[in-house]
């Protein structure tokens, strides 16, 4: 059975009468709508660790355009269905005034990774980002906590910070799960039409097809798909793009 925890005060409560302890715990940030991409996350961390928690908030101050935090997906039923399936010990799923009593006041920023690729479209986004995952972390109060590598930028700044500020949580890394015909999974990819997700596979099929980063951006511009940026770091290829008005984020090892 997962258990549900919604205020700071049941979990501080909990993590006594269970006797949590950080060496035993892991847990999964998560904005709901979950796939297998989350689900080998919590995999990882069940395997890992005596207990996981999972949370899901769908965090609005990472959001740079409120139709986009309008038009999230939410899927709650089937989200604690899967939590059930993998075994996870405890959903932590809480409101905005919990987390945000402050009400954005304080703020992680972090002032120079996060202003290229994604962040050079998305203004602030990874100031929220930043400062949920913060909040989470000193919450929960995990030992690891897993992250997906298909947002790559989040997972290497989450990792800066959690050094940055001697945070007792290890960031752990975890491989892009990709559907059969390539796509990496997405809570986003379920807004795709069907001729929408068709033509998205051209993402992918480009970022893999051993050519330079302004080949791949012209290309995908040839097919029509508007292409915010297309570039290596990390000895990775890294990109967003948008399928019809969904924002695509991928990457892959060169
Ligand atoms: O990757 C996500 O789902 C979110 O950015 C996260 C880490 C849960 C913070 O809201």
Redesign the pocket.
């Given at each position: 059975m997962t258990r549900v925890i919604k205020t700071v005060k049941e979990w501080n409560e909990l993590y006594k009468s269970e006797n949590l302890s950080a060496s035993q715990l892991g847990f999964v940030?998560?904005?709901g709508a979950l796939h297998r991409g989350h689900a080998s996350l919590i995999e990882k961390s069940v395997a890992d660790n005596r207990k996981t928690a999972v949370?899901i908030?769908v965090?609005p101050t990472?959001f740079n355009d409120s139709n986009d935090l309008q038009k999230y997906p939410k899927t709650f039923e089937q989200d604690f269905a899967m939590l059930e399936e993998y075994n996870v010990d405890y959903l932590f799923f809480t409101s905005y005034e919990e987390l945000y009593a402050d009400k954005f006041a304080y703020q992680v920023h972090e002032n120079s990774f996060s202003k290229i690729l994604c962040g050079a479209f998305r203004s602030g986004h990874f100031d929220?980002?930043l400062t949920?995952?913060l909040k989470?972390l000193n919450i929960i109060k995990p030992g690891r906590a897993y992250?997906?590598e298909k947002?790559y930028q989040?997972y290497k700044l989450?990792k800066g910070m959690a050094e940055a500020f001697f945070l007792q949580t290890e960031i752990i890394a975890c491989p892009t799960v990709r559907d059969e015909d390539g796509l990496a999974l997405s809570?986003r990819n379920l807004l795709l039409s069907p001729e929408e997700r068709e033509f998205a596979l051209n993402f992918p099929r480009l970022l893999k097809a051993n050519k330079s980063c302004d080949e791949i951006k012209f290309e995908l511009e040839q097919l029509g798909f508007k292409v915010d940026y297309i570039e290596e770091y990390d000895g990775r290829y890294l990109g967003a793009v948008y399928a019809g008005k969904v924002r695509l984020i991928d990457n892959v090892i060169l």
């Open positions: 940030p998560t904005m949370s908030f965090n990472q929220g980002v949920v995952v989470l992250f997906g947002d989040q989450v809570s």
